[in-house]
């Protein structure tokens, strides 16, 4: 099949990936942080990765005359999709975030910069490419952050590239002739459809930000095209096309694991070529390609580290052999079947080279195994042997959702059964940590196809929410569905589609979609207004349905291919994941492949336009209308809520915490999203790497506990007392059970030396002979030898007592415990506001405020649970030292859900209680210059008033600035008058937090005198 020439690409690839691998893994400089890996190792990857293409097609397929012949054939076409291309990364590149955006984009960047660990699947190839990116920084570290965001703009970019001849193709399967105006017609069409996936919200949202997902959809589009283009190939290249296609799967599972959706395209694509489809042939086909997602993404992707670890514990622990003998035993037995298979049967060669190239596909994961040996700061999970491999990509420390059968919410746990024994490596063989357990519930109240399953409280409260359940009332396979069809399909996808193809009525959480009657412009001041209100009148909708009804009508076979892929990305897709009904953000990007399907039948849509309309004058002037109108309209609605030029607030409002934190440390977090911004800083920026940041969320597993004894930068080892075995996952200390018999409190740094030393008072043993250990009491007392801070006048019996919450000491919470006795106060304690209030301790009657962070002390609070102010700190982090310009700015758009909602109103919150502390001191002088300073910084007129304008402008009132209090106040009641007023036409019934607002700001208008504002509320009739 393959030419000597052929091989020598291979050999060449092998070489130079090798030669990568070496480099990195030889690197000597601390974390591996040296020229060899961050330099030299990625581009010579990157060859090495492509090399194979070049192997696998033919070099035929890449000289430049038939390129250009291919080009010179229909030159308009070409042209019109380069447009396509430069038209969308230039807005791309005009709106794109200048920094690190929120949610997991820190993260990534701080990973491809440096080449770490990321959350699994780890996206390899993605930091590969995103380091290649950072180079285009030149060494300014304050640059690198776009940079890799311009990563997912040209991504992006050459999604829409590629779509834009995917419509075209289809497109020419729809029309009779191939004369000047039809092809004229086809290009505008592909325009259509290419433009509006360009300025599609969820789409133009990912494109501007350094994710997985602009990149994704690439590879998720590639493919499908490469599937489109082999259908009519010719044997002999049709087969190298096929194992080209497979070794892009796997670089694209490197990227994102979505992108294997599209492959069940593939048998049904090529197979019904040429035959007829029905029912029955259609159902084996597409079972065919859900096999083959199936396979790639259980065997391949999971299988073959489950089975290589477990032939490595068998051959280690029972013959002797040294570690990773069993991945030996793998590489040499697949190798010897795919020999056998070449040799003997020859009608195979193509599905067997198929499968070796898949598993190439798969090597750059060799990039993160090989960096976790070198202990980097973001190092998740720790992947560094084979163990840990397995853990990895199996997913293990992420919960699962049952699919085909499971239990109901209410549904009583019967059994705990051992589901698989866990091992980690040990200094000769592998050592047995624990068990994982398999939970069993009543089978009288299970289910198949499980919708409303978890037990969480929160989770059960949304359940009854949405299918009426009073307490008390048992769930039944009719509310499961329900829950089914109104949340998981209706609220979590329907909803979604309708926002990018009808329109979206704001970037609050949860907002609807727009139907076409409402208001475009529905405030009485247009300053109230949400940019993210996007009225499209539906008119995306309907033309991808007319483009979708022309391809059922004119050519099924690729209607059935397109409806496939809108399907799996899609509805498919949402019974897949069984989500939960809470979640912290909408998930609309998780199923942009299938609006990249409906955009294809957009641009269908003008065709169907064109094939309406007789006239050809007038039938090109209305597709010319259509195929410019509708993208322009999207790009005038979208631009405003999706331009993030110039926003820096993320960042700078996690350097302030930063800059705020003492000398060395240690700074708690409540998990990954409050922690992402602080690695940036750290790893990519070099600020403040003195401190230790710690994900509250993470402290549960071993690997990360045990990451907290390395020195990191400029942040020195944490001491604990207990040591690695303790923390061992699925040990006896991953869950305490709490024995409160002790009630008058125990001594930590005894409890925890007993717990190191495994003393059989506090060790239990499981019905199933599992030891576990308790904890005796709920209160834990910690002596002080050498109190920092200045009021220790105010600690007579040195002594900090901490009183554990629920019913569970989790391993989290001793870590944390182990971390404040073993530290004896050397290091400051810091406490970010969600780790706070999400901690199992009751700490607030030893943390004192300063500024956004609240620092442990051992000095208690005489005045209860109301947590003290160091007014003196406070003011210096808030006012001095932090950096709010950015909110200055009305041309930047900061939406309400990420930065109004979860950052300025907390930064406006902690100045209230600052300017609050003051007054309560007495000095109302200072307390009056914070409230200045809160007004002429936070409370700019483009920043929609909140909770803390409220609470400020009682503040204000208590200062005796009524004039400052009134203002306040009005553009409260405005603001919410004008929100409620909204609700009424698009709703027929206003929000009952507009009302709450309009309601307390009435109020305190009233009391300062001003009598309007209860009248025109009382006017409401509400």
Same mark, same amino acid.
């Given at each position: 099949m393959f030419t000597r020439k052929d091989f020598s690409f291979f050999a060449a690839s092998f070489v130079v990936v090798f030669t990568g691998f070496c480099l990195m893994a030889l690197d000597t400089a601390e974390s591996g942080f040296g020229v060899p890996t961050l330099w030299i190792a990625p581009p010579l990857l990157l060859l090495g990765l492509l090399l194979p293409v070049a192997g696998i097609m033919g070099t035929h397929s890449f000289h430049y005359s038939s390129l250009q012949s291919a080009f010179s054939v229909n030159k308009e076409k070409h042209l019109a999709a380069l447009f396509a291309f430069i038209a969308s990364l230039t807005v791309y590149l005009i709106t794109i975030e200048p920094t690190a955006s929120l949610w997991d984009c820190s993260e990534f960047i701080a990973s491809a910069y440096k080449l770490q660990v990321p959350h699994t699947p780890g996206n390899p190839l993605l930091l590969l490419i995103g380091r290649i990116f950072a180079f285009f920084a030149f060494g300014d570290v304050k640059r690198v952050a776009i940079c890799i965001n311009a990563m997912s703009?040209?991504?992006?970019?050459?999604?829409?590239?590629?779509?834009?001849?995917?419509?075209?193709?289809? !497109? %020419?399967?729809?029309v009779s002739n191939k004369n000047s105006s039809v092809k004229f017609v086809l290009i505008a069409s592909s325009l259509c459809g290419s433009l509006c996936l360009t300025f599609l919200d969820t789409f133009w949202f990912s494109a501007v930000e350094a994710e997985t997902y602009g990149p994704a959809c690439f590879f998720l589009v590639l493919q499908l095209a490469l599937i489109l283009k082999g259908k009519a190939m010719e044997e002999q290249q049709r087969s190298r096309l096929l194992i080209l296609l497979f070794y892009v799967a796997g670089l694209a599972y490197c990227i994102h694991p979505m992108c294997i959706l599209v492959l069940p395209v593939l048998p049904f694509a090529w197979y019904f070529h040429k035959r007829h489809v029905n029912l029955w042939n259609g159902s084996v086909l597409l079972l065919t390609g859900m096999i083959i997602v199936f396979v790639i993404n259980r065997i391949f992707s999971t299988g073959v580290f489950e089975l290589a670890f477990h032939l490595d514990l068998f051959l280690v622990n029972a013959i002797g052999l040294p570690f990773y003998s069993g991945v030996g035993v793998v590489v040499i037995v697949f190798a010897m079947v795919i020999g056998y298979i070449v040799i003997r049967y020859r009608s195979l060669h193509t599905y067997a080279w198929s499968a070796v190239f898949l598993l190439v596909g798969f090597v750059p994961y060799l990039l993160l195994f090989i960096r976790s040996n070198h202990n980097p700061p973001i190092d998740e999970n720790n992947p560094q042997d084979l163990a840990l491999i397995k853990a990895y990509m199996?997913?293990?420390?992420? #919960?699962?959702? #049952?699919?085909?059968?499971?239990?109901?919410?209410?549904?009583?746990?019967?059994?705990?059964?051992?589901? +698989?024994?866990?091992? =980690?490596k040990g200094e000769t063989k592998y050592e047995l940590a624990g068990t994982m357990p398999e939970y069993v519930y009543d089978s009288r109240r299970s289910t198949i196809f499980p919708r409303i399953y978890s037990s969480d409280a929160d989770h059960v409260a949304a359940y009854r929410a949405w299918t009426g359940l009073k307490e008390g009332e048992q769930p039944g396979f009719y509310e499961n569905l329900q829950f089914l069809f109104t949340y998981q399909i209706g609220h979590m996808y329907l909803r979604y589609l309708l926002w990018n193809f009808a329109g979206r009525e704001s970037d609050h959480q949860d907002c609807a979609w727009l139907r076409p009657w409402q208001s475009l412009h529905p405030m009485i001041n247009a300053a109230n207004e949400n940019k993210a209100r996007n009225q499209y009148w539906m008119i995306p909708l309907a033309l991808g349905l007319m483009g979708a009804a022309l391809q059922w009508k004119r050519d099924r076979k690729n209607f059935y291919s397109t409806m496939i892929f809108f399907l799996l990305t899609g509805l498919i897709l949402v019974v897949y994941l069984n989500s939960f009904p809470?979640?912290?953000? %909408? $998930?609309?990007? &998780?199923?942009?492949?299938?609006?990249? /399907? =409906?955009? &294809?039948? *957009?641009?269908?849509?003008?065709?169907?336009?064109?094939?309406? *309309? $007789?006239?050809?004058?007038?039938?090109?002037? /209305?597709?010319?209308?259509?195929?410019?109108?509708?993208?322009?309209?999207?790009?005038?609605?979208?631009?405003?809520?999706?331009?993030?030029?110039?926003?820096?607030?993320? *960042?700078?409002?996690?350097?302030?915490?930063?800059?705020?934190?003492?000398?060395?440390? &240690?700074?708690?977090? !409540?998990?990954?999203?409050?922690?992402?911004?602080?690695?940036?800083?750290q790893d990519v920026e070099g600020f403040r790497t003195d401190v230790r940041v710690m994900v509250g969320s993470y402290m549960n597993t071993d690997w990360y506990i045990n990451e907290l004894r390395n020195q990191y930068y400029d942040s020195s080892p944490? +001491?604990?007392?207990?040591t690695e075995d303790t923390y061992r996952q699925y040990g006896a200390n991953d869950v305490l059970y709490i024995q409160d018999v002790i009630r008058e409190g125990i001594d930590l740094p005894n409890y925890l030396q007993l717990l190191r030393e495994g003393h059989k008072a506090l060790t239990r043993v499981s019905e199933r002979g599992e030891p576990y250990s308790i904890v005796p009491s709920r209160v834990m007392k910690l002596q002080v030898n050498a109190a920092t801070g200045k009021d220790q006048s105010r600690m007579p019996d040195r002594e900090v007592v901490f009183k554990l919450k629920g019913n569970y000491l989790y391993k989290g919470t001793l870590a944390m415990l182990d971390l404040i006795a073993s530290n004896h106060w050397t290091r400051p304690v810091y406490f970010n506001f969600t780790s706070l209030h999400t901690a199992d301790l009751e700490l607030n009657a030893y943390v004192v405020q300063e500024g956004n962070l609240y620092r442990l002390l051992p000095i208690n609070n005489e005045e209860g649970d109301e947590v003290r102010v160091d007014t003196q700190l406070s003011y210096q982090n808030l006012v001095i030292n932090a950096d709010y310009r950015n909110l200055q700015h009305p041309s930047i758009n900061f939406n309400y859900e990420d930065y109004q909602l979860r950052i300025i109103n907390p930064v406006r919150l902690s100045l209230n209680n600052l300017a609050i502390t003051f007054l309560n001191e007495g000095n109302r002088a200072m307390a009056g210059e914070v409230m200045k300073f809160a007004v002429e910084k936070l409370y700019a007129p483009h920043l929609a008033p909140s909770v803390a304008s409220l609470q400020a402008a009682g503040i204000f009132r208590a200062l005796d600035q009524e004039d400052q209090a009134k203002t306040l106040c009005k553009s409260i009641f405005d603001f919410h008058y004008d929100q409620y007023q909204c609700g009424i036409k698009d709703k027929g019934k206003g929000d009952r937090e507009d009302a709450y607002f309009m309601q307390q700001s009435a109020q305190l208008l009233g009391d300062l005198g001003d009598k309007t504002y209860i009248t025109l509320l009382d006017s409401l009739g509400r």
């Open positions: 703009a040209v991504f992006s970019a050459l999604t829409v590239y590629v779509v834009y001849y995917l419509i075209y193709f289809f !497109g %020419e399967r729809l199996n997913r293990e420390s992420y #919960p699962s959702s #049952p699919l085909l059968y499971g239990p109901y919410y209410d549904a009583q746990l019967t059994e705990i059964n051992v589901k +698989k024994k866990i091992y =980690f809470v979640e912290p953000r %909408e $998930r609309d990007y &998780i199923y942009v492949g299938s609006y990249i /399907a =409906f955009c &294809i039948w *957009i641009g269908l849509g003008t065709l169907f336009i064109a094939d309406v *309309i $007789r006239s050809p004058r007038w039938s090109m002037a /209305a597709v010319l209308l259509v195929s410019f109108g509708v993208p322009l309209w999207m790009a005038y609605q979208n631009f405003d809520d999706h331009n993030r030029a110039g926003r820096t607030f993320q *960042i700078d409002n996690a350097r302030n915490q930063l800059a705020g934190c003492a000398k060395n440390a &240690i700074l708690f977090t !409540g998990g990954d999203n409050d922690t992402f911004p602080f690695w940036y800083l944490v +001491k604990l007392t207990l």
